[in-house]
């Protein structure tokens, strides 16, 4: 019994120190010790490069979808200037077409010709029986000097050849414009034209929105399907549904509105047509102007091609060929962000994680990428012209600092080169760079402007009708706030 013992507890004690030196020999062999270090190491890599992949790839598909957004964007508001320009150009033309009316129509009926013998007859008179047999050495001068200027004999050089051969001139052409002119404002083309294009400019603003959009996302090393869209700041797409009530171009069509949008666009027609007339006649007439004060032909002729006009815009015309004009008079900021900025929104597709269990995009819906416009008339600048004083002490001007004259004509004296005390910065011209906001400045212009409308939130997580693409899902940013997307906005 006691060797019984006496040999279990002999066994007991070496499982003991067995159990007990176990560790300390696994602790001293380091056999492996690399290989499993090294899985755990690889696994954190392949983790870490996921994740730098994903973040390189998200980086890389934000620039380039903020890329096609601004050329989409920039493409949309390029088609809504050159509709303001078209109908400014319009305005103008609808006026000159007054005027060069009520011009032919003059030179049909050459009212202005049939006056004039009487009146050169009676200069000749006056001048041959009263001037010349004066005794006073004065008047008999003034006598002779009259008959020079107004011969007996027509085949002489004179006032009654020019203004026979003028008359004759100007009746041939009004048989061909005039019913060209007549028909124009009879039918109402202009205007017509002017409602066509207002009517059409949303889907062609879309148009090229999306084409540009789509463009950019054909053209980069992996195609992918890009669709743009042009928002109203009303959170409306341009088209939509708020073109029954409010245009897409804050400009109004004066006879379905009425009230003080006829009279200002009556004012503003009867004002550019009177101008025109004045410049058409200014150009024709000046040769009567400088030799044939005599004949008062240039004064007559004024006078009935204006009582022509007068009757086209107070009689025939009065409420109709009337030019389009902008919405308000002087926009404030709530109608500079409401009528003259856009929004443009670039969809695609939601990017495919790689490694989806470790990297996850939080955003739910298709990326989304946007930019925005303003629509504006540009301020005139300050330039340097080159100014020379003329002999009657008048200023002519033309030039650059250090560039050649482009005006050589306008130097009364080209052998002498002005100081350089002559520079001087002045305004441009508003004549040729008007800077007044109105439907009758052709000088319209849109530029990029910050992402700051104030319903661009609401914006982003409206749904694109405008496309007719169901399966573009917009993001869910109802959780932020304003202030949350503004801190967002990297525009």
């Known amino acids: 019994m006691r060797n019984a013992t006496i040999i279990l507890l002999d066994a007991l004690g070496r499982a003991v120190r067995a159990a007990v030196g176990l560790p300390m020999r696994l602790h001293c062999d380091q056999r492996g010790t690399i290989s499993i270090v090294s899985v755990f190491t690889l696994l954190a890599l392949v983790m870490l490069l996921g994740m730098v992949m994903n973040t390189g790839q998200q980086v890389d598909q934000k620039i380039r979808m903020q890329n096609a957004a601004d050329a989409a964007t920039y493409s949309g508001g390029v088609v809504l200037t050159r509709s303001m320009n078209s109908l400014a150009f319009t305005n103008h033309l609808l006026s000159e077409v007054f005027a060069l009316t009520a011009f032919m129509r003059e030179a049909k009926a050459r009212r202005a010709e049939s006056l004039t013998p009487e009146m050169l007859d009676n200069w000749e008179r006056i001048g041959r029986y009263m001037f010349t047999p004066s005794a006073f050495f004065k008047f008999a001068d003034l006598g002779l000097a009259v008959n020079e ?73 992996q195609p992918v399907q890009l669709r743009g869209v042009l928002w109203r700041t009303g959170v409306d797409p341009v088209g939509g549904q708020s073109e029954l009530s409010l245009g897409t171009l804050p400009v109004v069509d004066p006879l379905r509105e009425g009230g003080n949008y006829l009279r200002r666009a009556k004012a503003e027609r009867d004002k550019l047509a009177k101008m025109y007339l004045r410049r058409w006649n200014s150009a024709v007439l000046r040769h009567f102007d400088l030799l044939g004060q005599m004949s008062q032909f240039s004064s007559l002729w004024r006078i009935f091609t204006c009582g022509e006009l007068k009757s086209l815009l107070d009689d025939e015309y009065p409420d109709s ?61 300050l330039v340097w012209p080159r100014l020379w004083r003329g002999h009657e ?42 800077d007044r906001w109105s439907l009758f400045t052709q000088n319209w212009n849109v530029q990029m402007t910050p992402a700051s ?39």
């Open 321 to 381: 060929n009337l030019p389009h004009v902008l919405r308000t008079r002087r926009p404030d900021e709530f109608e500079i962000e409401r009528d003259y900025m856009f929004v443009g929104v670039v969809y695609r597709k939601k990017h495919r994680d790689l490694i989806p269990g470790v990297f996850r995009n939080p955003v739910e819906g298709d990326s989304t990428a946007f930019a925005q416009i303003m629509l504006f008339v540009p301020q005139r600048r």
């Open 393 to 434: 002490g008048g200023l002519y001007g033309g030039g650059i600092p250090g560039m050649p004259n482009p005006f050589p004509d306008l130097n009364p004296n080209p052998e002498q080169q002005p100081d350089e005390d002559w520079w001087r910065p002045v305004l441009q011209s508003s004549g040729w760079h008007p």
């Open 453 to 491: 409308a104030e319903q661009l939130g609401a914006i982003l997580v409206t749904s694109p009708y405008v496309l007719g693409d169901d399966s573009i899902a917009v993001p869910n940013l109802n959780g932020l706030t304003p202030q949350d997307i503004r801190w967002l906005n990297h525009h």
């Open 149 to 221: 200027k107004i011969p007996p004999d027509r085949a002489i050089d004179g006032d009654r050849e020019m203004i026979f051969t003028f008359s004759e001139w100007a009746a041939a052409g009004s048989e061909l414009m005039l019913p060209v002119f007549e028909g124009i404002l009879f039918e109402e083309l202009i205007p017509q034209f002017q409602i066509d294009l207002v009517e059409t400019t949303p889907r062609m603003v879309q148009i090229a929105t999306d084409e540009a959009a789509r463009r950019h996302g054909r053209s980069w090393p």
